[in-house]
């Protein structure tokens, strides 16, 4: 059967006769240029990184080599290499001072060996504040002439969307939100201060509070989406709270005082007599607060109401009150029709 995989020479572009720093150059381009922390939103450069690392494995250890070589992909299965990759690691003991090695697994199976590590240039590395580059990783490790210069990506963000009530968000309120890690290796809880006066799709961010990195040195950040429920009869316009107000023919005529809700309990609100539909009443100060401090007003709009059932003798009653003060409802309005006044 003809053999399916891609050459490891072709994978790493060397040729043949390539001598052994040749190969290391190669892979250790490629691998800095499809590593999955480097490709996060490309998919493909996992597989090939994957590739890259096998190609790598063989090539780099002068047995393998010469048994590919020989007997292609045959002379170096996965079988035979997991078995020599084991061995390696267990040979891998720490040296003299602070090194150790390290390897991590990616999410497609594949084991990365980063050669000896010093712990100290690691720390280094996750704090951002040494530069420190170890000759004796670079004889180890394809990457080490290069990695103590290269900072860690940072951990991602987490985008949560929550819905609050009308009340929540105009007053802010305390959510306390559990997240259980990808791995479910260990959960959080955390308490979260809404401010006041967030609206339909406004954003709170918690620093610190994301993803962590992949060495755990950092963590983006937990950015919450807010979406307000509708509320049974207060709308909103910026910081103010708007109400409709049904009133009868007769208090509208005469005036009263009304009884209204308002985000901080009911207060008696006074109608002025004579007022019309559409007329908005102002109650300082109870509406929604901004992030100056400042509070917004609850605007009561007024809808004049009549029954809903009116006796002749009614109606003829409001048609003389029309005449007699020579009444015309519409004659502010802008539009106007030929023969009329």
């Known amino acids: 059967m003809a053999d399916k995989k891609r050459d490891f020479y072709e994978i790493l572009g060397v040729s043949k006769s390539a001598a052994a720093d040749q190969i290391k150059s190669a892979y250790r381009k490629l691998a800095r240029k499809y590593h999955p922390d480097v490709n996060r939103s490309d998919k493909s450069a996992e597989s090939k990184f994957k590739e890259v690392q096998e190609a790598y494995d ?14 292609g992909h045959a002379g170096v299965s996965s079988a035979a290499a997991a078995e020599a990759a084991a061995a390696a690691a267990a040979a891998g003991s720490p040296r003299e001072g602070s090194g150790f090695r390290y390897s991590r697994r990616t ?15 690691l720390f280094a590395s996750m704090g951002g504040s040494r530069r420190r580059k170890s000759r004796r990783n670079a004889a180890a490790s394809p990457f080490a002439a290069e990695t103590s210069d290269m900072p860690e990506a940072a951990g991602t963000d987490i985008v949560h969307q929550v819905t609050l009530s009308f009340e929540q968000a105009a007053r802010g309120t305390t959510l306390d939100l559990r997240f259980d890690a990808a791995n479910k290796a260990f959960s959080e809880t955390i308490s979260i201060k809404i ?9 709170v961010r918690v620093r610190g509070k994301g993803q962590p990195s992949m060495m755990g040195s950092s963590r983006g ?6 979406h307000v429920a509708a509320h049974p ?6 910081q103010d709270v708007l ?14 005082t009304v009884r209204v809700p308002t985000l901080d309990g009911p207060v008696e609100l006074r109608v002025p007599p004579g007022i019309n539909s559409g007329k908005k009443l102002r ?27 009116l006796t002749e003798s009614e109606k003829a009653a409001l048609a ?6 020579h009444f015309d409802a519409r004659h502010t309005v802008p539009w106007k029709f030929p023969g009329t006044h």
């Open 107 to 121: 999410p497609g199976g594949a084991t990365v060996d980063f050669g000896d590590v010093d712990i100290e240039d």
């Open 243 to 256: 109400l409709e107000l049904p009133l009868s023919a007769s208090e509208a005529a005469a005036g009263t």
């Open 58 to 71: 063989i090539l780099s250890d002068s047995k393998k080599r010469q048994a590919y070589d020989q007997f």
């Open 283 to 309: 109650i300082k100060e109870r509406g929604i607060a901004g992030r100056d401090g400042t509070r917004g007003d609850q605007l009561c709009r007024v809808l004049v109401v009549l029954p809903d059932s």
């Open 221 to 226: 950040d937990l950015v919450i989406i807010t």
């Open 320 to 325: 003389a009150m029309d005449q007699a003060h």
């Open 195 to 203: 401010p006041p006066g967030v609206d339909e799709g406004s954003k």
């Open 233 to 238: 009869y207060f709308t909103r316009s910026g």
